[in-house]
Structures are given as C-alpha cells and as structure tokens.
C-alpha cells in the first residue's frame, strides 16, 4: 500500500504530496490534480513494464498516447511546464525520476537491484530505461520491465476504449472461470432486462463481440451498453486478469447511473476487505458521497487543490460534501508551455 504520494516537477504539480488511505476518493473542480496523482502511481511501480492495453502496452507509452495531441509531443508532458529538468515521483521512500540529457530522459530509480548502473550528470544513477525526448512515441531501450513496487492498474475512460483488445486477447483466461457470471449477477438491472453472464460471441465477418447475456436469451454488445456500464465491466475484467494491488480509478462516476454506481462502491469495498488498495477520482461531490455512503463510510474523502503549481490536499467529512465545496477552491492558475 502505498501510504505517501510525493511529487516535484510532474506534470502540473511542482511539488506536493498526498497521504493516502487503504480506500482514498480524490474530489476536486477542473485542473486540480486529480489526473496528474493517480499517472504518478500509475508509473510508480515501474513506467516500462507492460500494462493492460491494447496496440501500445509499455505504462509510459501508454500516458504518452492519452496525451497527444496532433501527431506528436513526445514525452514533454512528463516535466511542469514542459522544460523542467527532472520530474520526480516518490511511494513512501520508492523513488522514480525522469532526468532530461539533451535529447534523451534516463528513467532511474532508487533501488540498486533494479537497474544499470550508469554515470549521469556525474554521478552514478539506476537507470531503468531511456525514453528519446522528442521523437513520437519511441520507448528507445529497457533495461527492466518488471514491477519494483505494487503493482497498480489505471482506469479511466479513455483507457477502457484502449483495452477492448486486450481483453479480447485473453478472454481464454476468463472463459473457465465464473467470473463473467459473477461479475454480471453484480450488475444493476439494465434497460433490456437482468444480466445473467458476459460472453465473448462470433460477431459480424470473423469478428468477435463482447456482450451481456440477458434473461431470455437476449444479449446485447458491451460496446451498445451505456458507457459507465462498459467502464465497470472492463474494469472488473482487467481487474481479474492483472490482480493489482493498487486500484486507481479516474473520473470514476463519468457516465455511472446511481444503480450501478452502487455496485461499484461495493466491489471497492470489497476489494479494500481483501487488501486492494482503491484510489478513485471524482469532480462531484454528490458521486464521492454516494461512493461513501454504500461503501459504509469506509474511504478517505480528501479535496485536491492545486495552486501555481503546489498541490495540497485536504481531508474532507462525509457532511461537508456539497456542491460548495468546490466553489471555495479557485482552480489553478498553471503556467502552460508557450
Ligand atoms: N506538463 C505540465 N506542465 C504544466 N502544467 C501541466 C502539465 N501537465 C498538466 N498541466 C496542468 O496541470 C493541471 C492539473 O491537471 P490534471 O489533469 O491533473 O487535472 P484534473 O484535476 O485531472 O482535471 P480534470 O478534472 O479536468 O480532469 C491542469 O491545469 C493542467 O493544464
Ligand atoms: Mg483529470
């Protein structure tokens, strides 16, 4: 579990620092850090080992490709403002930096086992990896793709998208199990009636679909469902297949109808009984009240502000959850690139 979060130089935050709980929802307006926290976790355990995506698989990559815009940005986006020099994240005392050298950033850690040994900037460093600074989408060399941390899986919308391959690919792992059967007696009640098993079926000239089996044998594709329900049930799944120990969740109400809004404050709480840790970001205050509530007052509720580049967090009460809450933090006024 990782109970410290602290940052310099990543992405929107100069430097701040998070303390986490084994159950944590991140509430925040707009630009206020949200993103940027559960991407620092996300790399934490190693940014070059594989991850659940599809067509780019390497975690860094994997960021790299949220976050271009047009054809290319390189790995810009790792360093405030675009230019700092080195960008640092630290999980208690697990340290990971990115350190610019003209066109290359050297990915180093803390642990002495984990990497090569290399000379940079004079002094001796464990590099993990090199990524090339300017050029689309090249992870240049790995020395080391194994995880030197927990491990932790990032969901958020856009990466559901990016998963559907993945778990198509190794929907054989799932096929003997009961968890697809499991997963779906979880489900709230859809439009088209109960879900009673998620199945992967031939589809439309050779292809393959995922779908929801309904009573009567109606089924319909998880792609047609709405898109909180496809968010959950990829999570589940992905969930299933890589058994993190860190669950993080971005903007997990996006598209969640209360019902099923429900189960998945349950599954979390589940999860946190068994040892998962839960990390899930929200902008409402109604969602991470509601959150808390079915999941028996059990997670952290903390506020997330950022401001010129300083992040700080504040504890927030079950009570003090209301639309207010946000109003009386100015988002930030975070200095872009030109
Ligand atoms: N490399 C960077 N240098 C400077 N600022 C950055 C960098 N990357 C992101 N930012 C800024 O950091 C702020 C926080 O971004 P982040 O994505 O973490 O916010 P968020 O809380 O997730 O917002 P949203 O609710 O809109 O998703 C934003 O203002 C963003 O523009
Ligand atoms: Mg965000």
Not at 22 to 30: A, H, K, S, V, Y
Not at 39 to 66: C, H, M, W
Not at 120 to 130: D, F, H, M, R
Not at 242 to 261: F, H, M, Q, R
Request: net charge neutral.
């Amino acid at each position: 579990m990782v109970r410290s979060l602290r940052l310099w130089n990543f992405r929107g935050v100069e430097k701040g620092e998070v303390r986490l709980a084994p159950f944590t929802i991140i509430l925040g307006g707009n630009n206020s850090g949200k993103t940027t926290i559960l991407e620092a976790l996300f790399l934490a355990p190693n940014p070059f080992r594989r991850a659940p995506y599809s067509g780019v698989d390497v975690a860094v990559k994997i960021l790299q490709e949220t976050h271009r815009v047009f054809e290319n940005t390189g790995y810009f986006f790792l360093f405030h403002n675009y230019t700092s020099s080195e960008a640092r994240i630290k999980c208690d005392s697990h340290v990971i930096s990115f350190l610019r050298d003209d066109e290359t950033i050297y990915v180093t850690t803390n642990k002495s086992d984990a990497g090569e040994c290399l000379m940079l900037k004079g002094k001796p460093a464990n590099v993990l990896g090199k990524l090339s600074f300017t050029l689309t989408n090249i992870v240049s060399m790995y020395v080391n793709d194994k995880v030197t941390k927990e491990d932790s899986l990032l969901l958020s919308p856009s990466l559901t998208r990016m998963s559907y391959d993945y778990v198509r690919i190794n929907w054989p792992l799932l096929a003997h199990s009961n968890v697809c059967s499991r997963i779906a007696e979880e489900l709230s009640r859809l439009p088209g009636g109960k879900c009673v098993d998620i199945t992967m079926e031939p589809f439309f000239k050779g292809g393959v679909s995922i779908n929801l089996l309904l009573e009567e044998e109606k089924r319909i594709r998880l792609s047609d469902a709405g898109t909180g329900v496809q968010n959950y049930v990829i999570a589940r799944i992905l969930y299933e297949l890589k058994k993190p120990e860190i669950l993080l969740w971005d903007d997990v109400d996006n598209g969640l109808d209360p019902a099923t809004l429900l189960s998945v404050a349950r599954w979390f709480s589940s999860l946190v009984e068994k040892g998962t840790q839960v990390i899930v970001t929200t902008r409402s205050p109604e969602a991470a009240r509601r959150i808390a509530e079915a999941a028996g007052g059990r997670p952290t509720i903390l506020l997330s502000i950022l401001k010129e580049g300083k992040l700080e967090t504040r504890r927030l009460l079950e009570t003090e959850l209301d639309d207010g809450i946000l109003e009386a933090e100015k988002p930030s006024k975070s200095l872009r690139a030109a």
